[in-house]
């Protein structure tokens, strides 16, 4: 029996919101309609509409974010999705909740732990849904090591080492945006490394109890640009970036400028701000410890000016080891016409082998991944990784999917991350920024999240 699709309604719609726009106008507008939508800049809601506009359908009918309990109601949601900037998640997916609908939170689920207890005092009181969308569980690569330490093969893990590297190109523009502000992000902690820890407590099957964590603004900011001699700079990179790898002009890419340059009057938001300039007040470096209710410690650290991107993990456990390396960017680098090259693994678009260098020095670290097992007193193997679909790491399109079929039969990993998978990852950022502020170790049950 056909069944009619569900009906969405999409709060925020910045670049992250693309790829839920563009999946029920597409291969997933059998099962979800987008009838309504949310924006505090109607010039983006305005870009967005042309995608419906061009696929000859109806756009989504528009209200503002303080009528969200209307939108749902009138509109007799079904589900909807938050991909608006993170100190706002709280208010919107508790409000929604509260107005009768199911909720998909892009991450973080939230900023804080007054964050977590509203959300959950809504999921209770209106019996609703909070799916957390943590897409990087679902790359082939991430599934591979899910499924090699779920086999037995490392025995119980004890120990895991995981170092996370963002380039000069991804890293700095945390600084450009609006998460360059604690206030609005949380940190890296929250909103990159939430992620990460998330995929952690996933891939050991562990809840974490005790944090520490050490770190700071050592790059970025006006006072490290000052210290390192830099010199005057713009307060924004759009009209000056061609000969400044830091800066951003958002006239030289279709989205940035449709979505931002082109409706910034609209809030006065800057997209494209320095990454040296003053007031940012999150950290660049950071190093977390974290203690797990099995027994297993975790090593973490993340850096936001590194000369290439990717991550390595290394899983020990009682019977041997499990390492993963993932190379995402080898290099970032400078082309003849003083832009950034952010395909570096093209000889053709490489300003080194251009210069007349016999040797491709990328291929010293080319993209790809790599995943190993060594058992003790066993050589080690490579473990195959299947090919993934779309971006992050091949999980963007198996995420969707789930999503939007709502898959949970058949599904042996436990990809699918509700609002405690949401709260555990979150859990160890709030504990960590706690710790950088304190300076000791903080207890998970010490962050009183009611849950």
Do not use: C
Not at 211 to 234: D, H, I, K
């Amino acid at each position: 029996m056909n069944t009619a699709p569900e009906r969405y309604g999409l709060i925020g719609t910045g670049s992250r919101a693309g790829m839920y726009i563009g999946a029920t106008i597409g291969d997933h507008a059998d099962v979800a309609t987008l009838v309504a939508w949310a924006d505090t800049n109607p010039g983006r809601l305005d870009y967005y509409e042309r995608q419906f506009t061009d696929a000859a359908l109806p756009a989504p009918t528009r209200y503002p974010v303080t009528d969200i309990e209307r939108m749902v109601t009138e509109q007799k949601l079904d589900r909807v999705v938050v991909t608006s900037p993170d100190f706002t998640h709280a208010e919107y997916v508790s409000r929604a909740l509260l107005a009768g609908a199911d909720v998909v939170v892009e991450k973080p689920l939230t900023t804080d732990a007054d964050g977590v207890r509203r959300i959950h005092a809504a999921m209770q009181e209106s019996g609703h849904d909070v799916i957390t969308t943590f897409n990087y569980r679902y790359s082939p690569r991430n599934s591979s090591l899910k499924r090699l330490i779920g086999s037995g093969a490392i025995g119980q893990v004890t120990s895991v080492h995981f170092e996370w590297a963002l380039d000069t190109v991804h890293g700095a523009d945390y600084f450009r945006r609006w998460h360059r502000y604690k206030a609005n992000s949380g940190g890296l902690l929250i909103h990159k490394a939430s992620h990460h820890f998330d995929l952690v407590n996933w891939w050991i099957d562990a809840a974490p109890v005790r944090v520490f964590a050490s770190g700071g603004l050592r790059f970025y900011g006006a006072e490290n640009a000052r210290a390192r001699g830099l010199g005057e700079r713009p307060e924004r990179g759009t009209g000056h970036a061609d000969h400044d790898p830091f800066s951003l002009d958002l006239s030289h890419d279709a989205v940035h400028k449709g979505l931002y340059l082109d409706v910034e009057q609209n809030d006065g938001y800057l997209r494209d701000r320095d990454v040296f300039d003053e007031g940012i007040t999150i950290e660049d470096n950071l190093a977390v410890l974290v203690d797990y209710d099995t027994g297993a410690t975790m090593s973490y650290s993340l850096n936001a000016h590194s000369p290439w991107e990717g991550y390595r993990v290394t899983v020990n456990g009682t019977e041997g080891r499990a390492e993963l390396e993932v190379i995402e960017r080898g290099a970032v680098l400078i082309g003849d016409d003083g832009r950034v090259v952010v395909d570096p693994s093209n000889p053709n678009s490489n300003p080194v082998a251009a210069a007349g260098d016999e040797r491709d020095r990328t291929d010293l670290r080319p993209n790809g991944e790599r995943l190993i097992l060594q058992r003790h007193w066993e050589a080690a193997q490579e473990i195959e990784i299947p090919d993934g679909i779309g971006s992050h790491g091949g999980g963007d399109a198996y995420l969707l999917d789930h999503l939007f079929h709502r898959t949970q039969v058949d599904e042996p990993l436990h990809r699918v991350a509700g609002f405690a998978d949401g709260v555990r990852a979150v859990s160890v950022g709030i504990a960590a920024n706690r710790s950088l502020e304190t300076g000791a170790p903080v207890r998970y049950i010490d962050l009183d999240l009611g849950v």
